[in-house]
């Protein structure tokens, strides 16, 4: 029987081997921490437990500039500059790749299989159909805000009632995202809506994979994640659905009356205009990415990457921050419900009334920007050398991202960087100031990312956050359970973590 050191010393004679043959071609890149091959490993393990300040020492060693960083999955290059950003956000698909850094981190190939990257037609989806539909279906929206707010928050007369901000965000999310998604009575099933919710998790456990050589990986898919259970399970939901439509579209045609306006149909389409053949478990894997993509944020997993190719980047995080931030400031209450209020009287509910609400979008945009999800954003791999217009070049199959982290405290970029003021970017149009708004990419903001993997699902995401603490503000009194400072975060590599702990006290609306 192999004893337990014997496997040590082989795992540490592999993790060296690694660092040594690491790529060398990144040398031009100034380091922050270790660049000696075997030193760097001290600095993988600084990424991890204090990745703030090693950002914060590169942003400021190498302004306007570049650095590179170890981690354990090898180089990362940090940029800086604003004109290197605008030379990421310009790079074509050819050049650099969002969704390869993403199936690299989450070892998609092993989880959910290789076609996600080779024909990600889903994106388009998201782009697309998702966004194009939201008007037409924002009553169910607003209803699913309502209804499940009103189960989830038990009040009695005028009592105060604690409930954590994040777990609440959680079912909040879930439920609304499945409605419109999957329409009814698909949303209403707790089974179904359990799969939805433990696809986070299972998917996100493919970061687990990098531990093993690659020969073992899809073995290791098998032990230590549940993902291809859960894809069987989302089969017997999916499969008799596809079947009926296809059956209906091969009669009728794809504009057939009472052809469900929902996801299913919309991957259905755009399986078939890729040229892909449309199978439960194609539609499946697409769906558990997409619901993935929708409320990942919104759970005890965070994705190490922006994923701003996907719906609701940052959903969960932003609205339990911007929920920490109302309850700790009764006069932003105030001035946010007094515009719902007035919009929702002369415009009454609807997708094109939540454009009206630029309080509250700005409210939002500012809770992305001070209380990130990560310190890095708009992350890429080089698909062939990219040549930046200051002259740096990053060879083929080189990760970059961006200091999302610094740049937003910066005091150059926002004055008071450091202060929260959720009417940072309030919309006068009266007066004509047009800030960009909470959907909206700049050079300086990219809690979206930014250029053509922009999250393609942000309008979504827009939707939901803003009628969701819409209908918070204008049904409850809210403040928070003991603290009267916002409550701590947590941060692990250049994540940042929300407090789940801290609880937000409701009650009816004071009249």
Same mark, same amino acid.
């Not at 879930?174 to 209403?188: D, E, K, M, T, W």
């Not at 050589?213 to 259970?229: D, E, M, Q």
């Not at 499969?239 to 469900?260: A, C, M, V, Y």
């Not at 980047?313 to 007035?342: C, F, H, M, Q, W």
């Given at each position: ?40 490993f001290i600095?993988s ?6 990745c703030?300040?090693i950002a ?22 940090v ?5 290197q950003i605008?030379?990421?956000?310009r ?12 199936a ?34 924002f009553?169910?929206i ?7 707010y ?24 879930? @439920?609304?995202?499945?409605?419109? =998604?999957? &329409?009814?009575? $698909?949303?209403?099933? #707790?089974?179904? /809506?359990?799969i939805?919710? @433990?696809?986070?998790?299972?998917? =996100?456990? &493919?970061?687990? $994979?990098?531990i093993? #050589?690659?020969? /073992? ?8 994640t ?8 989302m089969?017997e939901?999916?499969?008799p ?6 059956k209906?579209d091969?009669?009728h ?6 052809r469900?306006n929902?996801?299913v149909s ?20 697409r ?12 759970t ?17 995080s ?12 009764s ?23 939540l ?6 979008d ?12 990560n ?23 080189t990760?970059?991202?961006?200091n ?18 959720g ?10 100031i ?12 990219h809690?979206?990312?930014h ?13 939901e ?5 819409a ?41």
């Amino acid at each position: 029987m192999i004893e337990y050191s014997s496997l040590l010393a082989g795992a540490a004679l592999l993790v060296a081997w690694c660092f040594l043959v690491r790529n060398r071609k990144l040398d031009h890149i100034p380091t922050v921490g270790f660049s000696n091959p075997l030193l760097s490993f001290i600095s993988s393990i600084n990424y991890i437990i204090g990745c703030g300040k090693i950002a914060e020492e590169g942003y400021r060693r190498y302004p306007n500039s570049m650095f590179k960083i170890s981690t354990f999955d090898g180089w990362l290059v940090v940029v800086n500059g604003t004109q290197q950003i605008d030379d990421i956000r310009r790079s074509n698909d050819e050049q650099m790749h969002g969704m390869t850094t993403v199936a690299e981190y989450l070892q998609l190939d092993y989880t959910l299989g290789k076609q996600l990257l080779s024909n990600p037609y889903h994106i388009d989806v998201i782009r697309m159909a998702v966004t194009r539909n939201i008007g037409a279906r924002f009553q169910e929206i607003h209803d699913e805000v309502s209804r499940a707010y009103s189960d989830a928050i038990k009040l009695t007369g005028n009592d105060w009632t604690a409930i954590p901000a994040y777990e609440l965000q959680v079912g909040i999310i879930n @439920r609304v995202s499945a409605r419109y =998604f999957f &329409g009814q009575p $698909l949303c209403n099933d #707790p089974n179904f /809506l359990n799969i939805c919710d @433990r696809a986070t998790l299972e998917i =996100f456990k &493919g970061r687990l $994979l990098r531990i093993f #050589p690659v020969i /073992l990986r899809p073995l290791g898919a098998r032990i230590f994640t549940n993902i291809h259970s859960l894809r069987t399970n989302m089969e017997e939901y999916l499969r008799p659905i596809i079947n009926e439509r296809l059956k209906q579209d091969q009669f009728h045609g794809t504009e057939w009356s009472g052809r469900p306006n929902d996801l299913v149909s919309w991957l259905m389409d755009g399986a078939q205009a890729s040229g892909t053949a449309i199978t439960a478990e194609d539609m499946s894997t697409r769906v558990l990415f997409t619901i993935f993509g929708a409320i990942h944020t919104s759970t005890a997993v965070y994705s190490k990457f922006d994923m701003d190719l996907y719906i609701a980047p940052l959903t969960g995080s932003t609205i339990t921050a911007a929920l920490y931030e109302l309850s700790l400031n009764s006069e932003d209450v105030k001035e946010i419900r007094e515009e719902v209020e007035r919009v929702v009287e002369s415009d009454g509910w609807s997708k094109a009334s939540l454009a009206k609400m630029y309080k509250l979008d700005s409210y939002l945009r500012e809770s992305q920007r001070l209380h990130f999800m990560n310190r890095f954003a708009m992350s890429r791999v080089t698909l062939k050398d990219f040549v930046f217009s200051d002259g740096t070049v990053l060879p083929k199959n080189t990760t970059t991202t961006v200091n999302i982290y610094s740049r937003h405290n910066d005091d150059n970029l926002y004055p008071d960087a450091g202060v929260f003021d959720g009417f940072r970017f309030v919309r006068d149009p009266s007066s004509g100031i047009t800030r960009p708004m909470l959907a909206t990419p700049t050079l300086e903001y990219h809690a979206f990312g930014h250029g053509r993997s922009a999250c393609p699902g942000r309008f979504f995401a827009v939707t939901e956050l803003k009628t969701m603490v819409a209908h918070i503000v204008t049904n409850y009194d809210i403040k928070l359970e003991k603290d009267h400072e916002y409550p701590q975060k947590v941060f692990l590599e250049q994540q940042s973590f929300p407090n789940m702990q801290a609880k937000i006290m409701f009650r009816k609306r004071s009249s």
